[in-house]
T-cell receptor, first 110, second 114 residues
Framework: GENVEQHPSTLSVQEGDSAVIKCTYSDSASNYFPWYKQELGKRPQLIIDIRSNVGEKKDQRIAVTLNKTAKHFSLHITETQPEDSAVYFC?????????FGQGTELSVKP | DTGVSQNPRHKITKRGQNVTFRCDPI?????LYWYRQTLGQGPEFLTYFQNEAQLEKSRLLSDRFSAERPKGSFSTLEIQRTEQGDSAMYLC????????????FGPGTRLLVL
C-alpha cells in the first residue's frame, strides 16, 4: 500500500523568507497529491493539489512540484507571513482514500 | 455554511460508554469519509461510503466501531464500550464521485475518554 513520508517535522522561518516542505511516496500508481493546512483546533484545509500529468502548479505564494521518477513532491511557500503558521500535511492516494504524511509544523516569526 | 459539518464538536465520556458522532457532507457529494487524527499525527483513514454503501473499512476500525449512511446524505459513527485509546479527533470529509480524491474536511469531533 501507499506510504507517505514528510519532512521536516518542524520548520521555523523569518517573515518574508521562503519555506519548503518535502514528501516522498511509495506507490508509483499514485496520481494525485494534495496539501492541507491545519491551524490549531481547526479542520484540515485543502490549499493546493497536483496531478501526476503536471510537474508544477502555482497559486499566488504557494507552489507544488512533483517528480514522478523520484516519487517525491514538495510545497513551496514564498514571502511567508505570520498567518502561514500552521501544520501542513501532504498526502497520497490509495483507492480514493488519502494517505497522509506526518505533518510539518511551520512557524513564521515576525 | 455549505461546508462539511460535524456534531458534536467536543465529547467527553467515561470509559465503557457508547458515543455517536454525526457528519453532514457538502450537498450532493457522493462520497463520505471518516478519518481519525491523534495529536501530532496526520489523519488516518477509517472508512468511506459511496452514497449509502460502505465500501471500505480500515483495520483500525475495530468491532466496537460502526458507521452508517442510511439515506446517502448524513453519516453517523458510533463507538461502543469506549476505551482511553479512542481519544482522538474524528474527522469527516466528502467529495464528488468524479473527483473522489479532492476531499473537503469538516471541523471534527474531539473525543476524550476518561
Amino acid at each position: 500500500g501507499e506510504n507517505v513520508e514528510q519532512h521536516p517535522s518542524t520548520l521555523s522561518v523569518q517573515e518574508g523568507d521562503s519555506a519548503v516542505i518535502k514528501c516522498t511516496y511509495s506507490d508509483s500508481a499514485s496520481n494525485y497529491f494534495p496539501w492541507y493546512k491545519q491551524e490549531l483546533g481547526k479542520r484540515p484545509q485543502l490549499i493546493i493539489d497536483i496531478r501526476s500529468n503536471v510537474g508544477e502548479k502555482k497559486d499566488q505564494r504557494i507552489a507544488v512540484t512533483l517528480n514522478k521518477t523520484a516519487k517525491h513532491f514538495s510545497l513551496h511557500i514564498t514571502e511567508t507571513q505570520p498567518e502561514d503558521s500552521a501544520v501542513y500535511f501532504c498526502a497520497g492516494t490509495q483507492g480514493g482514500k488519502l494517505i497522509f504524511g506526518q505533518g510539518t509544523e511551520l512557524s513564521v516569526k515576525p | 455554511d455549505t461546508g462539511v459539518s460535524q456534531n458534536p464538536r467536543h465529547k467527553i465520556t467515561k470509559r465503557g460508554q457508547n458515543v455517536t458522532f454525526r457528519c453532514d457532507p457538502i450537498s450532493e457529494h457522493n462520497r463520505l469519509y471518516w478519518y481519525r487524527q491523534t495529536l501530532g499525527q496526520g489523519p488516518e483513514f477509517l472508512t468511506y461510503f459511496q452514497n449509502e454503501a460502505q465500501l471500505e473499512k480500515s483495520r483500525l476500525l475495530s468491532d466496537r466501531f460502526s458507521a452508517e449512511r442510511p439515506k446517502g446524505s448524513f453519516s453517523t459513527l458510533e463507538i461502543q464500550r469506549t476505551e482511553q485509546g479512542d481519544s482522538a479527533m474524528y474527522l469527516c470529509a466528502s467529495s464528488y464521485l468524479d473527483s473522489i480524491e479532492t476531499q473537503y474536511f469538516g471541523p471534527g469531533t474531539r473525543l476524550l475518554v476518561l
